[in-house]
C-alpha cells in the first residue's frame, strides 16, 4: 500500500485504518492538504544555535516526528523580533539570515511526509530585561505576576503606537520569510499569556486608545497582522492561530468571549484556530501535570468549535491515538495537536496506524520536558533515549 508521500506501508495500515478512520481523514486547512488529523504543537526545545538559526539538533528533532507519521508539525516558537530573545538558543525569523536555516528545515520535514509549519512569537512581559537586553514591552504596563519575581530590575513599558506598528511589521515581515522558506503554514501566536496574547485579554490589555477597551480594539492588532499577511501573500500559505481558550486568571479570557473573537479572525484570514489554555500566572494549565486528568481541555475546543467555521485544533494530555480518534469521531475537534507524547516516542503515530500500540513509549508526564523550570540548558526526555541529557543523569 502506498501513502501519498510515496512511502510504502507495512501490512498493519489496513488494520489499523479501521481502528482510526477519523485520525486518518485527510483534512485541508486552508488550501493545504494534511494526510491525518495529528499535529505536533510548538515546542521550545532550546535546540537551535546559540545565533537563532537551525541547528542539526533541531533538523533531526523534528524529522523524527515527521517519520513517525506526523501529519502536521509547528516548528518553533521563532522569535520575529530581535527585542524579544527570551532564551539563549530560540528559533529566529527576525532577519532574512536565518532563511536558508528555515529553508532546510522545512525541506527535511516535507521529505519525511510532514507538513511543515512555524509558529511565530514575541514574548511581550513574559520574558526577563537580564535576558532580552531590552525593554519588555506590552499593551499596558502591568508586570508578568511570574516572571516580575525573577529579575529585581523587571521592568515593562507600555507599548507606543511606533512600537506597536513596529511588531506588526515583524509579524508580517517573518511570514513573508517562513514563505521564502517553503513553509505551508504559519502559526501567530495569541495564547499562553505572550504579547498578542496580552492585546487581547482584558486582564493584561488597560489601554483607553484604538487598541484596548472593546473586544474589537483589543483584537485590533491581531486583525491587522492577518490582514496584512493575507495582503503580501494571498492564499499561499494558511494561518493558524493559536489561542488560550480559558486563561485561568480573574477578568481573563473565557471561553464564552471567544464567540465575538472568532469571527473577527476568520474574516481577517484566519484558516485554522489551535486552541490550548493558560498564561504564565497559570502556568500550570499551559503543560497540564498527570494530575489535572487526560484530555482536560476537550470541553474548552469544543466550545470554541461552535463559534468557528475553520477547523479546529485540541491540546492537552492526549496521550493516544485511540483519545484523538475520540475526541475526533465525536465532533469535539477537527485536529488533535499530541505534545509530550510524540516527543516521548516520535513514532506513535505509525506504530498505532500499525496496531503496534502496545510498542508505543508511553509518555509519563514526568515534567522533564520542561527545561526552563528544571534549569537544565535544554529539553530532556526520560523516556526517549535519543533525547536523554548528555551524561545520561
Ligand atoms: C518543553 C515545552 C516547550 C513548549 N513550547 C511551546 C511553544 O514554544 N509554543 C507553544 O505554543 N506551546 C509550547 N508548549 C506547549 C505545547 O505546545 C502543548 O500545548 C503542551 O505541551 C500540552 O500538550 P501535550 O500535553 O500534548 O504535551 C511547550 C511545551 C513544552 C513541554
Known sequence: ME???????????????????SVFDTIDIGKVNLKNRIVFPAFHTNYANPDGTVSDKLIDFYNAIAQGGCGLIFTGAAVVSSDSIAFDRLMRIDDDCYIPGLTKLFGEIEKNGAVPAVQLIHYGRQALNAVTGCDLIAPSAIPCPLMSQFDLNYHVREMTL???????????????????????????????????????????????????????????LIIEILEGIRSKLGSKIAISVRVSGDEYVDDGLKPSDYKEIIPMFERAGMDMLNVSAG?????????PGPDIGETPYIG????????????????????????AEAIISTGKADLVAIGRAQVADPKLVDKSLA???????????????LFFNTGDPEMYCSVNPSLKPPKNE
Open 279 to 287: 498564561v504564565y500566572a497559570s502556568m500550570e494549565m499551559i503543560i
Open 3 to 21: 501513502n501519498k508521500t510515496g512511502m510504502i506501508k507495512d501490512i498493519g495500515t489496513i488494520n489499523e485504518i479501521n481502528n482510526y478512520p
Open 162 to 220: 511606533a512600537d506597536i506598528e513596529r511588531v506588526r511589521n515583524d509579524f508580517i515581515d517573518a511570514t513573508v520569510r517562513a514563505a521564502d522558506a517553503g513553509v505551508k503554514v504559519v502559526e501567530i501566536h495569541v495564547a499562553h499569556g505572550y504579547l498578542l496574547n496580552e492585546f487581547l485579554s482584558p486582564y493584561s490589555n488597560h489601554r483607553k486608545d484604538d487598541y484596548g477597551g472593546s473586544v474589537e480594539n483589543r483584537a485590533r
Open 300 to 323: 474548552i475546543a469544543a466550545e470554541l468549535k461552535q463559534y468557528a467555521i475553520v477547523p479546529v485544533c485540541a491540546v492537552g494530555s492526549i496521550l493516544s491515538l485511540s483519545a
Open 355 to 369: 496496531g503496534r500500540e502496545d510498542d508505543v513509549a508511553k509518555c509519563i508526564q514526568c515534567g522533564k520536558c
